[in-house]
């Protein structure tokens, strides 16, 4: 005599049952969770993340940083000035080697000395040899303005 209907499955066959729910269970799928420890961008959780190239390209800092510079320059009896937004080639470069003398540091080329310079000092601002070939770029400006300040 056969039995009719469904066979019932060889318990060797049959997937085990799924773990009760529990707080660790959700974190293992949790994608973001997962995917903040990977990523550049802040998590959902509300932390932000501040670098200084964000301050360097805000106008506000700029035109307090630019202000500090032009203090320390009168103050030192320099006839240099820098002005707002984008000063010339010639300002920048004569503000770079005034304040490369200022900290007694032989100097013969500025492109050459000034990346030298900066990782003597443990600045974090990285400058490249364009920055300095054109240093009143809206693009290297800011950095340049880093570093000065």
Known sequence: ??????????DSIRPPPPPPPSVDHHRQFSRDSDASFASSHPSS????????G????DRSYQLSAIRTINS????HSSPLSLNHP???VKDVTETLKFLITQLDFPSTKLEDDLPILLKHLNCPIKLNK??????????A??????VMH
């Open 130 to 139: 364009y920055a300095l070939k054109a240093p009143g770029t809206p693009h």
């Open 54 to 57: 964000d301050a360097l390209t």
């Open 72 to 75: 320390f320059l009168a103050s």
């Open 45 to 52: 959780l509300g932390i932000n993340r501040f670098s200084p």
């Open 86 to 88: 984008l000063p010339c």
């Open 141 to 146: 400006w800011p950095s340049l303005l880093g």
């Open 1 to 10: 005599m056969k039995a009719t209907g469904r066979r019932r499955p060889k």
